[in-house]
């Protein structure tokens, strides 16, 4: 049963490479899509961070920028 | 209609549905593998090559419907002037250009064993070598230019030019003489693919429609803080 699921008729190789390759890029473009994510993040607390109190009560006044603090603080 | 397109309210749905979609997609995404690898039955011509066609097919449809839709919310950017296509059709582009290398790279992997070779210059095939140059050139102008004024106008211009392909890729199977079928799936007339290998197709097409669900939501909230990001430097 394994044997015959590996060797797909003699296909095998083609099967598999096409699906190894559509996973590795999936995994690839994640991986690297999750990180720009994180560096953004990292940026905007690290930003936020060092702000006068004044500004941050600026910016804590807009609802987007408190929904990112919240997700950084997650990381 | 516009007051949905608000940034606030965008990025706190998008924060939440990404690991609902993450966890949707690693689920149908294993049906889908378990039904195209080992239940679905091979073909009477093409043997075992045939299990190709279900990562092949979902890839190439899903390229060339979120180049449709880079070019529709493109055109929305010029009429109504919102900031938020922008955003949603660069969010989408990187998935679209992955599944497109996916169509090309697995379609050359399905055709040497049933055509006998790697490549070939067919019109369907060109014409998604084409889409990827397009897609290559709508990512390449947001890292080349700095003026984003600039930079809207020639990504948008870049999507929809390059629309005018797709219909060229649908149709060139019928318009020229090429290597691959007709259309063997058709919304408004006979489908003449078996149930057996239409129902994995459509559970992996469904699993590829998450993945790049998925990544957009990624790529928008990166996007919008990076907004936010500049909107620090300007207070």
Redesign the interface.
């Known amino acids: 049963m394994i044997n015959e699921?590996i060797s797909?008729?003699?296909?095998?190789a083609?099967?598999w490479?096409?699906?190894s390759?559509?996973l590795m890029?999936?995994a690839t473009?994640?991986f690297v899509?999750?990180l720009?994510?994180l560096k953004?993040?990292k940026?905007?607390a690290s930003?936020?961070g060092s702000?006068t109190l004044e500004?941050a009560r600026?910016?804590r006044s807009?609802?987007?920028?408190k929904?990112?603090l919240s997700?950084t603080s997650n990381i | 209609m516009f007051k949905y397109f608000k940034s606030n309210k965008i990025f706190v749905i998008t924060s939440i549905a990404q690991k609902y979609v993450l966890f949707l997609f690693i689920v149908v995404l294993t049906i889908g593998l378990t039904e195209a690898l080992i239940l679905s039955p091979e073909d009477y011509k093409q043997s075992d090559a045939v299990r190709i066609m279900y990562v092949h097919v979902p890839a190439a449809w899903i390229s060339l419907g979120i180049f449709l839709s880079l070019a529709l919310f493109s055109v929305g950017s010029f009429v109504f002037k919102n900031k938020n296509f922008v955003l949603i059709s660069k969010s989408l582009a990187p998935s679209g250009f992955i599944f497109n290398i996916i169509a090309l790279v697995t379609g050359s992997i399905w055709g040497k064993p049933t055509w006998g070779t790697w490549w070939a210059w067919d019109a369907r095939i060109t014409s998604m070598l084409i889409l990827a140059l397009f897609y290559g050139m709508y990512l390449l102008a947001w890292r080349i230019y700095e003026d984003k004024e600039y930079v809207v106008k020639v990504t948008s211009m870049i999507a929809i030019l390059g629309v005018i392909n797709v219909p060229i890729i649908k149709f060139s199977v019928d318009w020229w003489n090429t290597l691959h079928q007709t259309a063997s799936i058709n919304i408004l007339s006979n489908t003449s693919i078996h149930i057996s290998m239409l129902i994995p197709l459509g559970i992996m097409t469904a699993a590829f429609a998450l993945f790049s669900l998925l990544i957009f939501l990624m790529k928008y909230n990166t996007e919008l803080i990076k907004v936010k990001n500049k909107g620090l430097d300007r207070l």
């Open positions: 699921i797909m008729n003699g296909y095998g083609y099967v490479t096409a699906f390759f559509t890029s999936f473009l994640y899509t999750k720009q994510l953004e993040q940026r905007f930003k936020f702000l500004k600026t910016a807009q609802n987007i920028n929904e990112i997700n």
